[in-house]
Every structure is written in structure tokens, then in C-alpha cells.
């Protein structure tokens, strides 16, 4: 069975970096469209930034210039390096994976205070 596999929240102060990453574990096969999604308390769930099995990417304008999606080295991995957090980043992150099913991670909380 696909699942995701989420690591890398916390808690950071403004300014600070963070790094998440994701995997997909049980699956043989590559070619995913890779994406992370963030949810705010009291908001809708936003797509963060978007890494198409291609390779391009896209990112709402709110984290541009200051999140960075990747693909890792291990076959159906993915990070986002954010930097120059703010408290408004702060929320729940979700990877997401699509191949032929859609599937999501569970979640991991970054909260950006001093």
C-alpha cells in the first residue's frame, strides 16, 4: 500500500530555515507529480509548491523566492527548503503524491515564533 512519509517540522524563530521531506514508500515505480500543501488553523488547506514529474515547478506567490522544492536522491523523494520563514508560514504541511491515485501524507507542524 502507497503511503507518504513526512519529516523535518518544528519550531523556529523568524528568519529562521526549515527542511522537509517526503517519501513515498511502498511503491516500485517513479513518475510522481510531488506537491506540498499547508493548512492554517481556521483556513483552507493551499498548495505550496508543486514539482510535476517533468520537473517543473510552481509556487504560490506568498512563499516564492523563499521556499525551494526538490527531488532527493532516493527514487520518489522530495524536500522543501524554506528560508526566511514568517509566523504566517506557520500551519501544517502535507506532502502530496500523484501518479495514478492521489495520496497524502499526515501532516507535519511548522510554527514560526520568537
Known amino acids: 500500500q502507497v503511503r507518504l512519509v513526512e519529516s523535518g517540522g518544528g519550531l523556529v524563530q523568524p528568519g529562521g530555515s526549515l527542511r522537509l521531506s517526503c517519501a513515498v514508500s511502498?511503491?516500485?515505480?517513479?513518475?510522481?507529480?510531488m506537491a506540498w500543501y499547508r493548512q492554517a488553523p481556521g483556513k483552507q488547506r493551499e498548495l505550496v509548491a508543486v514539482?510535476?514529474?517533468?520537473?517543473?515547478?510552481n509556487y504560490a506567490d506568498s512563499v516564492r523566492g523563499r521556499f525551494t522544492i526538490s527531488r532527493g536522491n532516493a527514487l520518489n523523494t522530495v524536500s522543501l527548503q524554506m528560508n526566511s520563514l514568517k509566523p504566517e508560514d506557520t500551519a501544517v504541511y502535507y506532502c502530496?503524491?500523484?501518479?495514478?491515485?492521489?495520496?497524502w501524507g499526515q501532516g507535519t507542524q511548522v510554527t514560526v515564533s520568537s
Open positions: 502530496w503524491a500523484k501518479r495514478i491515485g492521489t495520496y
Open positions: 514539482l510535476t514529474n517533468g520537473g517543473d515547478t
Open positions: 511502498g511503491s516500485i515505480f517513479s513518475g510522481y507529480d
